[in-house]
C-alpha cells in the first residue's frame, strides 16, 4: 500500500525556515518523482516543486526559488522541502504527492498535509 | 504562460448529471487530471489522461476531451460527490511545472 506522510509543519516568523518531510512506502522510490503541492486557507491547489526518483531533475514554481529546496534521502525514502526566507503568502497546507511517471506528470497519491503559518 | 480555467461552481440535484470543463491552451498538446478534494481531506485522483479512471473511483466518473478543453462529468450525481474538483496539466515550454485549475465548487442540491 502506498503511503506518504509529511511532517515538520508549523508556526514560524516571516523571514524564518523550516524543512518539511515526506516519508514514502509501498512502492519503488526511485523510480518515481515526489511533488509538493500547497492550498492556502480557502484557496486552490499550487503546485510547488518536483523532484525526480533519481534526484537528478528538480523543478520549482517561480515564487519560491532561490527560497526553497527539494531533496531526497533515498536511503531514508524521504523527500525534504527546506524553506528559507518565509512569507506570509507561503501560508498553506502544504501535501506531498507521488507522481506517475508519464508524458503528462499527475499524482496518484498524495498524503494528508501539513500545515505551515507564517506569522509574527 | 498556459493557465487553466474552471468555473468557479456548478449546482446540480441529486440524480442529476454534473459537467465541470477546464480550458486552457496546453491542453491541445498535453494531457488533463481531475482531482476530487472534500472538506478537510487531501485531493483524490479521479480521471487520469483525459478519460482513464483509477481503480476504485466510481463508473459514474468519466472525463472527455475537445481541441483545448477537458470535461468532468459526473452522471447520477449523490450527495457525497459534493466538493471541490480541480484539473491540472503541465507546461512544457521550459519550466515543466505542474499547473492546477482554479477549482470548481460543485454543490449538489
Known amino acids: 500500500e502506498v503511503q506518504l506522510l509529511e511532517s515538520g509543519g508549523g508556526l514560524v516568523q516571516p523571514g524564518g525556515s523550516l524543512r518539511l518531510s515526506c516519508a514514502a512506502s509501498g512502492f519503488t522510490f526511485t523510480n518515481y518523482a515526489i511533488s509538493w503541492v500547497r492550498q492556502a486557507p480557502g484557496k486552490g491547489l499550487e503546485w510547488v516543486s518536483a523532484?525526480?526518483?533519481?534526484?537528478?531533475?528538480?523543478r520549482y514554481i517561480d515564487s519560491v526559488r532561490g527560497r526553497f529546496t527539494i531533496s531526497g534521502d533515498i536511503s531514508r525514502n524521504t523527500v525534504y522541502l527546506q524553506m528559507n526566507s518565509l512569507r506570509a503568502e507561503d501560508t498553506a497546507v502544504y501535501y506531498c504527492?507521488?507522481?506517475?511517471?508519464?508524458?503528462?506528470?499527475?499524482?496518484?497519491?498524495w498524503g494528508q498535509g501539513t500545515l505551515v503559518t507564517v506569522s509574527s | 504562460s498556459y493557465e487553466l480555467t474552471q468555473p468557479p461552481s456548478v449546482s446540480v440535484s441529486p440524480g442529476q448529471t454534473a459537467t465541470i470543463t477546464c480550458s486552457g491552451d496546453s491542453l491541445a498538446k498535453h494531457y488533463a487530471h481531475w482531482y476530487q478534494q472534500r472538506p478537510g481531506q487531501a485531493p483524490l485522483l479521479v480521471i487520469f489522461q483525459d478519460t482513464e479512471r483509477p481503480s476504485g473511483i466510481p463508473e459514474r466518473f468519466s472525463g472527455s476531451t475537445s481541441e483545448t478543453s477537458v470535461t468532468l462529468t459526473i452522471s447520477g450525481v449523490q450527495a457525497e460527490d459534493e466538493a471541490d474538483y480541480y484539473c491540472?496539466?503541465?507546461?512544457?515550454?521550459?519550466?515543466?511545472?505542474?499547473?492546477f485549475g482554479g477549482g470548481t465548487k460543485l454543490t449538489v442540491l
Open positions: 491540472q496539466s503541465a507546461d512544457y515550454s521550459g519550466s515543466y511545472r505542474r499547473i
Open positions: 504527492a507521488k507522481e506517475d511517471s508519464s508524458s503528462s506528470p499527475y499524482f496518484d497519491y
Open positions: 523532484v525526480s526518483g533519481g534526484g537528478r531533475n528538480i
